[in-house]
């Protein structure tokens, strides 16, 4: 178990007979909780992912653990084996981070105790299933609200310019909203390691709270 910021329990997902001290999975209301936390993932339907079978044996062998304050989380063969997250309010950038190595170290740490280990290509770093995460599979991103600059018709290329990309606030693949507030994150996942990977959220995340205020000062005149 784990202790300290990341102690915290696992859950199974409903109907999966595969972990012993919950062996029918979680309940209807932790279910509700989990889904209202948007911490619990669905039963995929779309064809890209029915094709590479990642509904196999669902729900089986499938949950989250979270620690205590929400802030750490692990998926468990959501569409790959693990998915590891750390999050949290505000812009303490640092704090996450050391979480995510902390939490990495310890899920690690956990399958060595068992004879595993985090199986990692020394060419080509993490191998997930989907292309576009191989290598360090790191996703580093900040919320923020940008309404003027998210509007500008050259908003998409900018982001790319400086390797970002900006997801409406639904996540993946969900529309942008006119609400201004944008997901910014890495677009690499290969060729740079996970602090320049950080490093360049951070810095593209500035430029765009700097454009977007410059916007606001032109508006006002």
Known sequence: MLDGELKGDYYPLAGSTTYAPKPTGIDKATEEQLTK???LFQEPDEPMLLSWRMERDWPHARGIYHNTDKTALVWVNEEDHLRIISMQKGYNVRAV?????????AV???CKEVGRGLEISP??????SCPSNCGTGLRASMMINIPLASSQPDFKKWCADRK???RGSGGFASEAKDDG???????DRMGKDEVTL????????????KWEKELQAAKAT
């Not at 060419?123 to 997930?128: A, D, M, S, V």
């Not at 950080?198 to 709270?209: K, P, S």
């Open 123 to 128: 060419e080509y770093g993490n191998i997930l």
């Open 198 to 209: 950080v490093n360049e959220m951070i810095q593209g995340v500035a430029d765009l709270v």
């Open 181 to 187: 507030i944008r997901d910014v994150s890495n677009v």
């Open 108 to 110: 690690e740490g956990a």
């Open 37 to 39: 936390d948007h911490f």
């Open 164 to 166: 970002l990309q900006a």
């Open 97 to 105: 981070f050391d979480r995510f190595a902390a939490l990495v170290n």
